[in-house]
């Protein structure tokens, strides 16, 4: 199964990172993994618009079959290998509303920080305002305190949407993981820091760590002082 | 008199019918007539524990009234706000969502105020009642996926472009952003437009199935604001297939029924 799926990746990508994520939990460890360099611009090269027309990263293959957004790649494939590896959707009405909940909250969460980090590769230098990224960064200052009241209300050791893994830990962690990569204060964000503590530790997240974070274990420290 | 559980008529045939069953030890399925009472009622029921809060147009509130049409959950709690009004940032709403946006929705203690989380939820509960959303084929399944969630670019560079100045401040705004936007918004709806080139009618091949019900508001808004049928002809055909469908018809944006829509899109 395994050995029929590819994934074009690029480390420090927290899309990527979901799939390959989602890819060990759920036991298929063995695919064919392609790691490219953003910085060479390799995610626009053939090979990735042979699978994704859209030139991004991730590109994912199953056979015949091609998912290229991080989301779809992760439903996809807890919906085809239910009964294998950790199950990543509960069963409980409750449950679920709430992973679904948090899992779509994470897309505006991820923006958030994008708007923030990646200010200066998504906006030209002509337009660039010292306004527009102060209020983006307040945007991410409510925003994260928004996660730190939803950690805060689950209570101490839980995972995002409750007492287990779940798809919205595969796809909100890489966001998390790369908060504190840039800087964030733990002692200003405890439960967020404790929340990427226990998770850093899990053996699919382990697997996953991006490869240039580890060649360079100090990060940045823009987001030091939100 | 309806087909409510408070209707003596219907409890009686609804007994009989359980009665029925068990005395054959069989599933409710194999008796069509039945299973279809006994559904309505559960429907109607369960529809009453929902509540919707939104506003007429939007595309993710949208979503989710197609989803409960589809799923046969008519009968829930309508209110529909007004964004110009600000009522989206009302303390009703605020109780539900504390962003402060709609849609907003509850079933029970269930809140799901992100429009793809509703709707996936709603087909997961309700899998076995009106329509099945969601194909069991892979390829089908795995295409459903991948355009549902290239659905929320196709939305960003519509909102980029069509909102540009409700989201940018004034001090803020360039010509060359709002340029860029649009020619990016163009370039997605070439892509959309090349996808239902291979693929058809819906969005994910044979059925209709929650790709469509995440994107056709957004098609549906695009034509609101001018896209040219003749130059998008796969999208136009697409569009006017689909907006005939009950669950279309029947959540159709109120405040776009009487009134023109607007032309920023016709030169595309």
Not at chain 1, 66 to 79: K, R, W
Not at chain 2, 97 to 113: M, S, T, W
């Amino acid at each position: 199964m395994a050995k029929d799926m590819t994934l074009l990746w690029g480390s420090g990508s927290p899309p990527c990172w979901r799939v390959m994520i989602a890819l060990e939990e759920k036991n298929l460890q063995g695919y064919n993994s392609k790691l490219l360099s953003f910085d060479k611009m390799e995610h626009k090269s053939q090979q990735v618009l042979d699978i994704n027309p859209r030139g991004q990263v991730p590109s994912f293959k199953h056979g015949d079959i091609v998912v290229n957004e991080s989301y779809a790649a992760c439903f996809y494939l807890e919906s085809q290998f239910k009964s294998q590896g950790t199950k990543l959707i509960p069963d409980g009405a409750e449950e679920q509303a709430l992973m679904y909940q948090r899992m779509f909250e994470g897309l505006a969460f991820y923006d958030k920080l994008c708007a923030v980090i990646f200010y200066d590769y998504y906006v030209p230098e002509g337009e660039r305002l010292d306004s527009a990224l102060k209020r983006n960064k307040e945007a991410l200052v409510t925003e994260l305190k928004l996660w730190e009241g939803y950690l805060e209300k689950l209570g101490s050791g839980s995972y995002l949407a409750g007492k287990s893994v779940t798809l919205t830990d595969v796809v909100v962690f890489p966001t998390v993981a790369t908060l504190f990569r840039f800087g964030l204060s733990a002692e200003r964000y405890p439960k967020l820091g404790e929340y990427h503590a226990l998770m850093k530790e899990r053996p699919s997240v382990k697997a996953s760590w991006p490869p240039h974070w580890l060649e360079n274990p100090k990060g940045q420290d823009t987001l030091k002082d939100i | 008199m309806g087909l409510t559980s408070t209707n003596p008529v219907f409890e009686g045939w609804r007994l009989l019918y359980k009665q029925t069953c068990k005395a054959f030890q069989t599933q409710s399925s194999l008796f069509p007539f039945c299973y279809c009472w006994e559904s309505t009622a559960h429907s109607a029921t369960m529809a009453k524990d929902m509540t919707l809060f939104w506003g007429s147009g939007s595309p993710p509130c949208w979503r989710v009234m197609i989803a409960l049409e589809e799923k046969n959950l008519q009968g829930y709690n309508s209110k529909m706000l007004s964004f110009e009004k600000g009522e989206h940032k009302s303390k009703e709403v605020a109780a539900i969502n504390p962003r402060g946006q709609l849609p907003a929705f509850k079933h029970g203690d269930v809140v799901l105020n992100e429009s793809y989380g509703a709707c996936i939820y709603l087909e997961e509960q309700f899998k076995s009642q009106g329509n099945k959303l969601a194909p069991d084929n892979k390829a089908e399944s795995a295409l459903m996926y991948q355009r549902m969630f290239e659905g929320l670019t196709l939305f960003q560079k519509l909102a980029q472009s069509l909102f540009y100045t409700r989201f940018v401040p004034e001090n803020e705004r360039h010509d060359s952003a709002q340029k860029r936007n649009t020619e990016e918004l163009k370039a997605e709806v070439k892509l959309w437009e090349g996808y239902l080139q291979k693929t058809g009618p819906y969005l994910a091949g044979k059925s209709f199935t929650l790709a469509d019900v995440i994107v056709f508001p957004v098609i549906a808004f695009l034509f609101r604001f001018g896209l040219n049928e003749e130059h998008f002809p796969k999208l136009a055909a697409y569009y006017n297939t689909v907006k005939d469908r009950p669950s279309i018809k029947n959540s159709w944006p109120p405040t776009w029924k009487d009134t023109p829509g607007q032309n920023a899109l016709k030169d595309f």
